[in-house]
């Protein structure tokens, strides 16, 4: 799959979309419920077929937070994104002075979770 990825993403949105990609990664600005339908408003004034796929999109600084705040904001997106078509990740890189116990945390949260109707 070929992923396009902007930083910052929030004004490009349907221009990263109408490029055929099969991906867009979106950055951590961009709500994901709404960075969807931009993407499939961007594939569908190309003329491209489906809604196309999405990656991201946690601030990568909330993993110098709280537990539960991670937990929190990661179920959001993954609610938003929906069951398919969705690769979660954080919305830019990792920092380098990242607690390796919240970037696991992520990580397990992430593997753990389940949409409706999802075993």
């Known amino acids: 799959p070929t992923v396009v990825y902007i930083k910052p993403s ?3 949105v349907e221009r ?3 490029t055929g990609v ?3 990664s979106l950055d951590w600005t961009v709500d ?3 960075g969807r339908e931009r993407i499939a408003a961007g594939r569908a004034r190309a003329g491209l077929e ?3 796929g999405v990656q991201g999109n946690l601030d990568p600084g909330l993993l110098f937070g709280s537990q539960e705040t991670i937990k929190e904001r990661a179920e959001e997106i993954l609610k938003k994104a929906g069951p398919r078509g969705h690769v979660m990740n954080l ?3 990792i920092e380098a002075k990242t607690s390796e116990e919240n970037a696991a945390f ?3 949260t992430v593997r753990n979770y389940r949409h409706e109707g999802q075993k």
């Open 10 to 12: 929030g004004a490009l």
């Open 16 to 18: 990263m979309a109408a």
């Open 22 to 24: 099969d991906v867009v």
């Open 32 to 34: 994901m419920a709404e």
């Open 50 to 52: 489906g809604r196309g």
């Open 91 to 93: 919305g830019h890189g």
């Open 106 to 108: 992520f990580i397990e």
